[in-house]
């Protein structure tokens, strides 16, 4: 049974336990792997995914997103409503349009921070995909460009503080490492 298999059992295993919703959350630092782990698990569950890239207010809003993520999509969705959440545009630096997230059976909420002490219990599952800081930035840059270093470095720092004050690695129900790929 590969890795994917795992994951895949346990969340159709698990309790929902936001409202009707099996809450799988992936969290882990930026270039670890962590979207690339949302896209299988959504294929082989038929999940929806939420990008936290979608909810940050640009590289200052990781300590900002769990309100928003709380109040637009966890909090309607736990009710039985859906969820409704605004678009940040990272190009114009500045909140879009919005988008509607109907009631699913699974949610996958992929980004950094997406499993803090404030979620108390309410994932099905949580798992921190991790790799190490070079990896990780090398990863980032050939996505964003070099242009983008110096936020990059920030991001990793307020990183860092984040998932030390969240205590993250020690609370995942699962820890992967982002270098080894997925079958």
Known sequence: MTTLD?????????????????????????GAGKSTLAARLAEHLGAAVLHLDDLYEGW????????????????????????????????????????????PPVLVVEGCGSAPLALAGRASLVVLVDAPPDVR?????????DALRDHWLRWMDLEAVHFARERTRERADLVLDGTVPLP
Request: glycine share 10%.
């Open 6 to 30: 795992v994951l895949v059992e346990r969340v159709r295993s698990a309790p929902a336990r936001l409202g009707t919703v099996r809450l799988v959350c992936v969290d882990g630092p930026a």
């Open 60 to 103: 200052s809003g990781l300590d900002r997103v769990w309100d928003r993520l709380e109040a637009q999509v966890l909090a309607p969705l736990a009710a039985g409503r859906t969820g409704r959440y605004q678009r940040y545009d990272w190009v114009a630096g500045a909140f879009a349009e919005w988008h509607d997230l109907p009631v």
């Open 137 to 145: 930035l090398a990863r980032g840059l050939a996505r964003d460009g």
